[in-house]
Antibody, heavy 120, light 107 residues
């Protein structure tokens, strides 16, 4: 059974870099599939941040592309998110998720999510 | 960017009733549309993908239909555990986008 668990600081200061880790168990990231970061601002809908594919290809939403980086460490079976120059608008629950099949970008399962608050 | 518009924003129904949720795309997404369910404090859960396909184990009361720009999620008879927020998502083109959600609440 595939499980994902996000971790990282719950509080980040404005203008700093938000860094999150997604630890994956029950499946090797190096075997393929898309791995995504998705966020949800308090009381709002879902926003796709970006994907990484095993081969290293990354895709980002245009509104965050200049500030975001997604990477993996296959030796640790972990997925990473870095979002620079954060503002209060980046306050959200951040989820990592796995695609349901190679070559498709529907997601299941998801991690439980981690709340990141941007505040001084 | 493809914009997905969900309606209604809120659907007030009683257990046992039929729920019909709509998702409209700003341009054709072919059949590349999914539906997710999210309960308070939980991560979203995939219900339907490629318009009408159900993951293994999903109850048959959930069904999806549509094509191109107009899609529907139908819950044939609402169970107490179905009261939640539902989101659609397209994978036809980058960036991936989600609709704004429909809340199904108990009347």
């Amino acid at each position: 059974q595939v499980q994902l668990q996000e971790s990282g600081p719950g509080l980040v200061k404005p203008s700093e870099t938000l860094s999150l880790t997604c630890s994956v168990s029950g499946y090797s990231i190096s075997r393929g599939y898309y791995w995504a970061w998705i966020r949800q601002s308090p009381g709002k809908g879902l926003e796709w941040i970006g994907n990484i594919y095993y081969g290293g290809n990354t895709y980002y939403t245009p509104s965050l592309k200049s500030r975001v980086s997604i990477s993996v460490d296959t030796s640790k079976n972990q997925l990473f998110l870095n979002l620079s120059s954060v503002t209060a608008a980046d306050t959200a629950v951040y989820y990592c998720a796995k695609s349901i099949a190679t070559g498709t970008t529907y997601f299941e399962p998801w991690g439980q999510g981690t709340l990141v608050t941007v505040s001084s | 960017e493809i914009v997905l518009t969900q309606s209604p924003a809120t659907l007030s129904l009683s257990p046992g009733e039929k729920a019909t949720l709509s998702c409209r795309a700003s341009q054709s997404v072919s059949s590349y549309l999914a539906w997710y369910q999210q309960k308070p404090g939980q991560a979203p859960r995939l219900l339907i993908y490629d318009t009408s396909k159900r993951p293994t184990g999903l109850p048959a009361r959930f069904s999806g239909s549509g094509s191109e720009t107009d899609f529907t999620l139908t819950i044939s008879s609402l169970e107490p555990e179905d009261f939640a927020v539902y989101y659609c998502q397209q994978r036809s083109s980058w960036p991936l986008t989600f609709g704004g959600g429909t809340k199904v609440e108990i009347k």
